[in-house]
């Protein structure tokens, strides 16, 4: 599949010595953001650019889910160290909120619906929240 045409696929290099565990894709800004477990943070990455840049690095431990909400635009992400789940704007990162920090142990995957809300994966159990 083509992130730009029908005819031309395209990749994206992440060249780092990170630990990865967690990807997603902003289409509207073309722009992957990842999570970084070694140093505990979240990266993004334009398919234009060179480098990566630091998205949030304060508040993430080990971020196991990613997930972004295009219409909302937020980036959702799970942290299996804190039991946590966060949402941040992904215009301003600063401005994050913890939405679920009760009842949840190794928590993993997220999705997200911007119509519907978001869904964990966690402790082998399913979280809707809509």
Request: aromatic residues 12%; charged residues 20%.
């Amino acid at each position: 599949m083509s992130l730009i045409n029908n005819q031309t696929n395209v990749f994206v290099p992440i060249v780092d010595k990170f630990s990865h565990s967690a990807i997603d894709y902003d289409a509207r800004d073309s722009t992957i953001y990842y999570s970084d477990s070694t140093h505990f943070r979240i990266l993004k990455k334009g398919l234009n650019k060179a480098n990566s840049e630091v998205f949030l690095d304060k508040g993430v431990s080990h971020s196991e889910g990613i997930a972004i909400d295009w219409a909302g635009r937020n980036l959702y992400w799970t942290d299996e160290n804190l039991n946590v789940i966060y949402v941040a704007n992904l215009e301003h990162p600063e401005y994050k909120k913890l939405l679920v920090s009760t009842n949840l142990t190794h928590v993993k995957s997220i999705v997200v619906h911007p119509g519907y809300g978001y869904g964990a994966n966690y402790c082998n159990t399913v979280m809707l929240r809509c």
